[in-house]
């Protein structure tokens, strides 16, 4: 709809109603109570104005025909499988796992599923109970034991004191895990040269299409996307809205069937 990928619902508020939202409680404690009557009010600002906006962004895709556009979004959107995480692939996850080798990966894995699931079953943030920091030196340390376990840096003592047992238990697993079960770093494939000229110019082909649809580029596909695209070897994108806005002009264009030409200082694409 033209609204941008970055949209906040202030902002959102803002462009469909003119109405500006009042920013002066975003730094409120809202486990406090009461609430004074400025808080409450900032609070009902979070949905007085959603029965508004909800027909007129409706509307307008209506009058665009791309109400169909959000079908398979929001189904995925809705369906809890999306959300579920995979504890034992939650190590990848953690950035600094690129330092880490060999059985430190083991354990790694082994520490991670256990914070996952922890943070899971207690509803916390994964750094509220073990920060990646940690993980990845118990996995280089591989302590032995409760006093070698004490001095790694930002580990919570509560913690400590009642799973450490289990922590010494899960690295004494990992260790014990045969080399060809060690996980192995995801292998991030690079484009070469010829690829990289040719993201570049399906990238090009996504900007010009989002702005014919008056969109943002990101909604139909990233640099990124674009690059796995390649690496798997394809040449178009999944058969969705998305793709039914760019997957024709890449074929067209990578046959030579069609050509890209600068007229008046605009890029357009003709057959």
């Known amino acids: ?156 003592s509560d913690y400590l004191n009642q799973y450490h047992a289990t922590w010494l238990h899960l690295i004494q697993q990992a260790q014990q895990m045969p080399p060809t079960q060690w996980p192995n770093l995801p292998i991030r494939e690079k484009l070469n040269s010829h690829q990289e000229i040719l993201a570049d110019l399906l990238m090009m082909i996504v900007r010009y299409q989002a702005h014919r649809h008056n969109i943002s580029p990101p909604m139909i596909a990233s640099r990124k996307q674009i690059e796995k695209m390649l690496i798997n070897g394809k040449q178009q994108l999944n058969n969705d809205w998305r793709g039914s806005l760019v997957n024709e002009t890449f074929a067209n264009l990578l046959a030579g069937k069609s050509q890209i030409i600068i007229e008046d200082g605009i890029v357009k694409i003709i057959d």
């Open 1 to 156: 709809l033209g609204l941008g990928d970055q949209m906040g619902y202030a902002r959102l508020v803002e462009a469909l109603l003119n109405i500006q939202l009042e920013k002066s409680q975003s730094r409120t404690d809202w486990a406090r109570r009461p609430l004074n009557d400025k808080q409450v009010a900032y609070a009902l600002d979070d949905v007085r104005y959603l029965s508004q906006i909800f027909p007129l962004i409706q509307q307008r895709l209506i009058e665009k025909n791309r109400l169909s556009w959000l079908d398979n979004d929001f189904q995925q959107l809705s369906d809890a499988q999306t959300y579920l995480p995979d504890p034992e692939q939650a190590w990848k996850k953690i950035r600094s796992a690129q330092n880490l080798k060999g059985v430190q990966l083991a354990i790694l894995q082994k520490m991670g599923s256990w914070r996952e699931n922890e943070a899971i079953n207690k509803n916390r943030p994964r750094r509220w109970i073990l920060g990646d920091e940690v993980l990845v030196d118990m996995a280089k340390q591989a302590p032995k034991n409760k006093s070698d376990l004490s001095p790694i840096r930002g580990a919570n």
